[in-house]
């Protein structure tokens, strides 16, 4: 009789209970690699050149985050089209930048969105000498626009050709930096310059207050404003820049971009909900030309409102980061992501493991039913065939079953299937004893 092996109970619950855990253990690395919760630990951000109100600003920010643990890296660009260049390639790493409005779109910059607006940034400009009151007098003239790359350069050139200056033939533009086209145009090595920058720009004030600079209103501002929608009208009062000296001593209009903070799609939400936390503690007071909580405000202009920014301007940040520290509340919401998918796989499966394991220990006694089943067919089709062949098979068929482990609730079943055998070998034994007397 060949030797059986016992397979204990005990071994089946765990490579049940092994296959289960590898099963929910490859489950969550799938749900990590696919919803991705973990947040970066740095981010990479493009600012304007330093000394710039920009770079400013993006440094507080750097400050307010490293207070949450997150590392914001400074990546100084020529401006905000650089900027925008860095941000739409995935190989920079660059995911944050403060964009004016009217540098790209949704069309041109798919991959990209806007977490509101927040500060205005003014088209100024200035000119030495006499003031221009239209722009055929800028016909002719030194203009610095500002380095290629720039928000500066990009929209002065687009409104000076609109209105005619496009070339050197009707006027020389120049790409300087505004420190250095700030320090020519007081020397009266250049006749003008324009600038796109926030109220709080040192060369703003610095030209201000210069001898021989004016601040010159913007001819048909209110159509600018109606060609480019992007564009404010905005007021900047007599006397603003120094009550003394009364500079300048007429109310000026400009034409204004809005900033926004602009961040790649992809940028995980909690690092967006971070930034606009930081973006409420620096641009929520009051400025020159806007009131206190006017920024930052869910308004676009270019770029699609990202949906998390959406949900910030109507809510705040989410409701665990309202309450806890900002990596125990990200803990906590991974555990969440992770475990509604999960519970919608796990559950079904630990619902219906009782069922599937039934199932396995009963496919075990059924395997033996099979073979008796068959052995009953084999005396069938052969009753010439000599019994004690059946019985050597049926002896080893109830040998494995005497050795069948299985739990309390499955002993019935090969109590049964043991009986079954028990009746299958009276028939073998009447058959034995009918053929001894034959073979006489």
Known sequence: MPPTRRIPTRRYLLSFSVALVVFTLLLTWLVFAIF??????????????????????????????????????????KGAVESIALLRDPKSHVSIAIIPSGITDELKSPELISLGTLYYEPLWAFTRGQSVRNHEQL????????????ASHALAQEFLARVGIINDMTATLLSLPALEGAAKLESGDIDA??????WETPEVHELLNAQDVNL??????????????????????????????????????????????????????????RLLEAASKVHSTAGLFHFPGQFPAPETFDL????????????GPPFLQRHLPFWLAVFAEQLLVLLIPMLGVVYPVL?????????????????????????????ASSPSHHANDFIQR???????????????????????????????????????????????
Do not use: C
């Open 36 to 77: 991705q919760p973990t947040p970066p630990r740095s981010v990479t951000m493009a600012i304007d050149p330093q000394g710039s109100y920009n770079a400013e600003v993006a440094q507080r920010y750097r400050e307010l985050l490293a207070r949450e643990g997150i590392e914001l890296k400074l990546v100084p660009s």
């Open 216 to 273: 010159d209103s913007v001819p048909r501002a209110d159509a600018f404003v109606a060609l480019y929608p992007f564009l404010q009208k905005l007021t900047l009062p007599a006397g603003v820049g120094n009550m003394q000296l009364n500079r300048p001593p007429n109310d000026v209009v400009l034409l204004a971009t809005k900033a926004s903070l602009i961040v790649r799609s992809d940028l995980h939400p909690a690092i967006q909900y």
């Open 139 to 150: 016909t002719g003239k030194r203009i610095s626009i500002g380095p290629e790359g720039s």
């Open 304 to 315: 699609p409102l990202g949906k998390h920014a959406r949900q910030f301007y109507k809510t």
């Open 351 to 379: 619902r219906f493991s009782p069922a599937l394991y039934s199932w396995f220990q009963n496919n075990r006694i059924y395997k033996l039913y099979s073979e008796l089943m068959q052995l009953e067919n084999d005396m």
């Open 193 to 198: 310059l324009a600038l796109v920058e926030p």
């Open 394 to 440: 049926l002896e080893q068929l109830e040998e494995r079953a005497s050795h069948l482990s299985l739990p309390l609730p499955f002993q019935p079943r090969v109590y049964a299937l043991r009986t079954h055998i028990g009746v299958v070998r009276e028939k073998l034994e009447k058959r034995s004893a009918q053929e001894i007397p034959a073979s006489h």
